[in-house]
């Protein structure tokens, strides 16, 4: 069996290759041959037709949904689909694949698309989403990773800041839940709860681990066991990582799914083996 791991045309992060690498061993140990290949030309449009090289089987390590298509069209089987790469990797349209689903998130407003620099934001916009939300409250970039484009708003003069500026960029606004700087990481491969890891950072609102959170092993219970493996359900997700916020009555939150979720925390704080599961899901898929 061929597998190829697909990872962007740039890389630099460190973590990006690691996590590749990983896979990619526990794939070889399983029988594998393997190879990392950046998305460079690994499909294209030939006379109105999609072609790429030779393999069996597509680990999809990049958030590039041109090339994630691409992939499928030619006839490839992509881990995980370019449908659950694009869904989240823009985080609104997260927010309303899930929305309906009976999936508790925190109460959202969307910020309408802007296309005209000069254009004036109205206080009533401003303030409907104050009186809705509350302050402090999380704006949100429709893209980003690792705690990027997430930040705290703290009044109305500091969101009509913050709106003037990003007024160009797709994004939205949240409800802010729990105390800040706290969250639970949860790991889903092939459909199926492997771990989950609680994330604390004491120094930002926000919990990643490379802005300086920690991690420590959570004993899950059913009831988020269950609300994981669903999520991962209705996004089609092969693999993803599910940042779940508690408030103060222990109420949960789906606040954002990863798709190409980093697993080297987890891994070390929850003592699983998460690229075996993984290889072992690619191999049986």
Do not use: W
Request: aromatic share 8%; charged share 25%.
């Amino acid at each position: 069996m061929k597998v190829v791991i697909v990872v962007n045309a740039y890389i630099r992060s460190v973590s990006h290759i690691s996590q590749a690498e990983r896979i990619a061993f526990e794939l070889r140990k399983a029988g594998a041959d393997c190879e990392i290949v950046k998305n460079i030309n690994l499909a294209k449009i030939i006379k109105g037709k999609a072609e790429n090289k030779q393999f069996d089987k597509c680990v999809f390590l990049d958030k590039d949904k041109a090339s994630a298509r691409l992939l499928e069209k030619s006839g490839k089987n992509v881990i995980n689909s370019a449908y659950s790469v694009e869904v989240c990797d823009d985080k609104m349209l997260t927010h309303i694949a899930l929305c309906d689903c009976g999936i508790n998130m925190p109460d959202t407003y969307y910020a309408p698309l802007c296309y005209y620099a000069d254009a004036e934001i109205g206080d009533g916009f401003i303030g409907e989403i104050g009186a809705g939300l509350g302050f402090p409250l999380v704006a949100k970039m429709c893209y980003g990773s690792l705690g990027a484009g997430v930040y705290l708003i703290k009044d109305s003069d500091g969101l009509k800041r913050f709106e003037e500026k990003h007024k160009l960029q797709p994004h939205f606004f949240q409800k802010f839940v729990g105390k800040g700087g706290e969250d639970i990481r949860v790991i889903v491969i092939g459909g199926k709860y492997v771990c989950a890891m609680k994330r604390t950072n004491p120094d930002d609102f926000r919990s990643n681990i490379g802005l300086g959170g920690h991690g420590e092993n959570f004993e899950a219970d059913n009831a988020l066991i269950n609300l994981c493996e669903r999520v991962a359900k209705i996004l089609k997700l092969d693999y993803c990582g599910i940042d779940i916020l508690t408030d103060d009555e222990g109420n949960r939150y789906v606040c954002e799914v990863n798709s190409n979720a980093f697993f080297a925390e987890a891994e070390k704080v929850c003592k699983v083996n998460i690229a075996k599961k993984f290889a072992d899901m690619v191999i049986a898929k």
